[in-house]
């Protein structure tokens, strides 16, 4: 389980209508599953059906994170106008066993999260907001 | 030898090792879907193979992210 705060959602929505038609990206850290800070980040593909993080920008929150007691817990998109489920495309790139992979819906303002097996397999991760 | 990973001090027993052989040891067994800095450096992934860790080194390593909402038709 992922614990959001409201507040932190919001910000990921306002970000995700902010650069549609292209889909929004960024990292949230926290500390034992409840996550505290967001940290919103480049997509270098600006495209409205892809994502690409920058790994200087990657390495910097990294140590951001780190620097403030906080661990990355999740790394979140956005699909401008597809669900928040786990496209063909976003399994075939996710690579970190160990991250929850977080997506927000403008078609219908869901927000889920997914865990991705290195053999591919992916759970849904109950994702609890808060106030 | 003693290396920082990621932030953790970790000692490693053995005097030097590949990035890759490092790694390996870190459970990534896809090292090229890593990326890789090495005492604030990033390394190309074509160097992965051929620089060698040495004591007091501090190797970040962290997954490309990426995806998109396309699905295989």
Redesign the interface.
């Known amino acids: 389980m992922i614990r959001l705060p409201k507040a932190i959602v919001d910000e990921i929505a306002a970000q995700a209508n902010e650069e549609a038609p292209n889909e929004a990206c960024g990292y949230l850290a926290g500390t034992d599953g409840t996550v505290r800070k967001r940290y919103p980040m480049t997509n270098v593909d600006a495209s409205p059906d892809h994502f690409t993080l920058h790994p200087k920008e990657q390495f910097a929150v990294l140590k951001q994170a780190r620097e403030a007691g906080l661990t990355l817990l999740a790394v979140y998109h956005s699909h401008p106008e597809t669900p928040a489920r786990m496209s063909d495309e976003d399994i075939r790139l996710a690579n970190d066993p160990n991250t929850i992979y977080l997506i927000h819906s403008l078609l219908d303002g869901g927000t889920k999260g997914f865990t991705v097996d290195r053999d591919k397999s992916v759970t849904e991760v109950p994702v609890e907001i808060f106030e | 030898m003693n290396l920082k990973i990621?932030?953790t001090d970790t000692t490693i027993d053995t005097p030097s090792l590949t990035v890759v052989e490092l790694l390996k040891q870190q459970n990534v067994?896809?090292p090229d879907?890593?990326?890789v800095?090495l005492n604030g450096e990033?390394l190309e992934r074509d160097a992965f193979e051929n620089t060698t860790v040495k004591d007091s080194d501090e190797v970040?390593f962290?997954?490309?992210?990426?995806?998109?909402?396309?699905?295989?038709g």
């Open positions: 990621n932030g067994d896809m879907m890593v990326s800095q990033i970040e962290l997954y490309f992210m990426g995806g998109g909402a396309i699905d295989a």
